[in-house]
Structure formats: structure tokens, C-alpha cells
């Protein structure tokens, strides 16, 4: 079972409108959750942090469920320039050291 | 914040040469760094972790031989890959850990674009 698994879409989202998408995580150990944003052919870049309590940030939103070891992203008004693949990435301790795991992604395409 | 280059960016390369990738953390020394590899449509996978003035630790499936990380300085880790094929074509992504805000953060490189004709 992979570490980390997201949906990879495409996700088709017509500009304004509201899109949400999880990833499930394997280890129940994860300590620390976040949400990157990767655009083609460019490296990952941090959008948030994924607290416990959910958080927001603007127009997106991040929830955690640690019961049922998932993570979600909401982004609400969509732009033009949201279009991109959101990654996943779940830090656990392995032989002591802090690791990441990312997911394949969700790739979302915002439409004019 | 803290800022990772990468060089080069992209290179095209011949089957069989060696191509060396610098990784260099601007403002920030960097006692570990990582190194990730993507294929297209697929997930960053962690090859190696790099460690100053040591070491690096391979992922299982590396083969450290192909893959030579010198991490020499608090700045500066450079990956090379020997004899590569094909199969090698992929993006090459630093990493590196650090503290910001009082939070640890991971900063990536830009990412090296390698394609082995």
C-alpha cells in the first residue's frame, strides 16, 4: 500500500466555482501534514500547513481526519491561475528521522 | 526565507556520460539535504538524504554507485550521475531542512530537467 495515495484527476473546475479533493495516508504515525502546489515542470512549493483543527488560508481550506487518516483541500473561487497539481506530503519518523511522503497528486485545471 | 538553486537547470546528454548536479542553499546552512527524483505523472520519490561531511544514506532501490553524493560544505551537495542511460531521463529535486518562523520547513530546489538520448 503506498504511503500516501491521492486521486490523480484531472480535475475540470469552471473558473469560480468550488473544488475539494482528499488523499488518504497508510501510517497512523504521521506527525505533520501539508498541502504543496506544484506547476508542470516546476518544483513543489509549500501552500499550507494542515493543522489538526483544519485551517484556512484565504480561498483554500485544509482539514485533517486523523481517524480516518485523510486530508483535504478545499479552494473555493476558483482562478485561472489555481490551475496546477496539489500534492499531498505527509512527514512521519522513520529509524529516527523525520521523512516525507508525497502523493502522485491531484491535478486541477480551472476553466474560463 | 531561505532559497535553493540548482544547476543546471536542464541538460541533455548522450548515453554512457556521467552529468553532475549542483544543489546550493543560498542563505541558510544546510546539515542535511535531500534528494528526489520524479517521472512524469508520478510522485517525488526520496533517492537519497545527503549529510554533511559524511555519508549519504540511499533509499532501497538506489544504487549508490550510479548515484555519487558529495554534500562537502554547509552550502553546497552535488549529485552525479555515472554512466546514464534512458532510463535516468527524469527531474532531480534538492531539498533541504530548515527552521523558519520556528517551524520546520522543507525548501525545494528548482529542479533539474535530465534527458539521456
Known amino acids: 500500500r503506498k504511503e500516501v495515495e491521492q486521486d490523480p484527476g484531472p480535475f475540470n473546475v469552471p473558473e469560480g466555482a468550488t473544488v475539494a479533493f482528499n488523499c488518504t495516508y497508510s501510517?497512523?504515525?504521521?506527525?505533520?501534514f501539508f498541502w504543496y502546489r506544484q506547476d508542470c515542470r516546476k518544483e513543489p512549493k509549500l501552500l499550507m500547513s494542515?493543522?489538526?483543527s483544519g485551517n484556512e488560508d484565504g480561498r483554500f481550506t485544509a482539514q485533517l481526519n486523523r481517524a480516518s487518516q485523510y486530508i483535504s483541500l478545499l479552494i473555493r473561487d476558483s482562478k485561472l491561475s489555481d490551475s496546477a497539481t496539489y500534492l499531498c506530503?505527509?512527514?512521519?519518523?522513520?529509524?529516527?528521522?523525520?521523512?516525507?511522503?508525497f502523493g502522485k497528486g491531484n491535478q486541477v485545471v480551472v476553466i474560463p | 526565507g531561505a532559497v535553493v538553486s540548482q544547476h543546471p537547470s536542464r541538460v541533455i546528454c548522450k548515453s554512457g556520460t556521467s552529468v553532475k548536479i549542483e544543489c546550493r542553499s543560498l542563505?541558510?546552512?544546510?546539515?542535511?539535504m535531500f534528494w528526489y527524483r520524479q517521472f512524469p505523472k508520478q510522485s517525488l520519490m526520496l533517492m537519497a538524504t545527503?549529510?554533511?561531511?559524511?555519508?549519504?544514506?540511499?533509499e532501497q532501490g538506489v544504487e549508490k554507485d550510479k548515484f555519487l553524493i558529495n554534500h562537502a560544505s554547509l552550502t553546497l551537495s552535488t549529485l552525479t550521475v555515472t554512466s546514464a542511460h534512458p532510463e535516468d531521463s527524469s527531474f532531480y529535486i534538492c531539498?533541504?531542512?530548515?527552521?523558519?518562523?520556528?517551524?520546520?520547513?522543507?525548501?525545494f530546489g528548482p529542479g533539474t530537467r535530465l534527458l539521456v538520448l
Open positions: 506530503v505527509v512527514n512521519f519518523r522513520l529509524h529516527g528521522n523525520n521523512r516525507l511522503a
Open positions: 501510517n497512523s504515525a504521521s506527525q505533520s
Open positions: 494542515v493543522y489538526s
Open positions: 542563505d541558510f546552512q544546510a546539515t542535511t
Open positions: 545527503s549529510n554533511e561531511g559524511s555519508k549519504a544514506t540511499y
Open positions: 531539498s533541504f531542512r530548515g527552521i523558519a518562523s520556528g517551524t520546520e520547513t522543507q525548501y
